[in-house]
C-alpha cells in the first residue's frame, strides 16, 4: 500500500484547510486508517482515525481537535481526508497519514503497516 499525503499549506488562526490521503497498491476494505502529527520539537501524537468493516464506519478524535476536525472517507477514490476547521497555532506540525489492520489501537503509531509523506500545516497568528 502507498499513501500520498497533499493539502498542507500557511494558514491564518481560525482558517480550513482539508489534507487528502490517497491510497494505492493493494488495499483492503479492512484497514483503517488514521492521521498524525509532530509538532516543532514535540513527539509524534495521533490526531484522529477512521476504520471501517463492511457497511460500518468508526471515528474517533484527539481530545485536542475533537469538534474542529473531521476525518473522512472516499472509498471509490480510496482516499481519506483530514478536515481541520477553526485552526489554531498549536496545530502547526507536519502531519501524518497511515494505514493499519482493522481492529489495533488507533492511537498506537507502532499498529500502522503504511505511512505516507508529511504534509506541513502551519497556523499563523
Known amino acids: 500500500v502507498q499513501l500520498q499525503a497533499s493539502g498542507g499549506g500557511l494558514v491564518q488562526a481560525g482558517d480550513s484547510l482539508r489534507l487528502s490521503c490517497a491510497a494505492s497498491?493493494?488495499?483492503?476494505?479492512?484497514?483503517?486508517m488514521g492521521w498524525f502529527r509532530q509538532g516543532p520539537g514535540k513527539e509524534r501524537e495521533s490526531v484522529a482515525a477512521i476504520s471501517w468493516n463492511g457497511a460500518m464506519t468508526f471515528h474517533a478524535y484527539a481530545d485536542s481537535v475533537k469538534g474542529r476536525f473531521t476525518i473522512f472517507r472516499d472509498s471509490v477514490k480510496d482516499t481519506v481526508y483530514l478536515q481541520m476547521d477553526s485552526l489554531k497555532p498549536g496545530d502547526t506540525a507536519v502531519y501524518y497519514c497511515a494505514a493499519r489492520p482493522y481492529g489495533s489501537n488507533w492511537r498506537d503509531s507502532n499498529n500502522y503497516n503504511y505511512w505516507g509523506q508529511g504534509t506541513q500545516v502551519t497556523v499563523s497568528s
Open positions: 497498491g493493494r488495499t483492503s476494505s479492512t484497514y483503517a
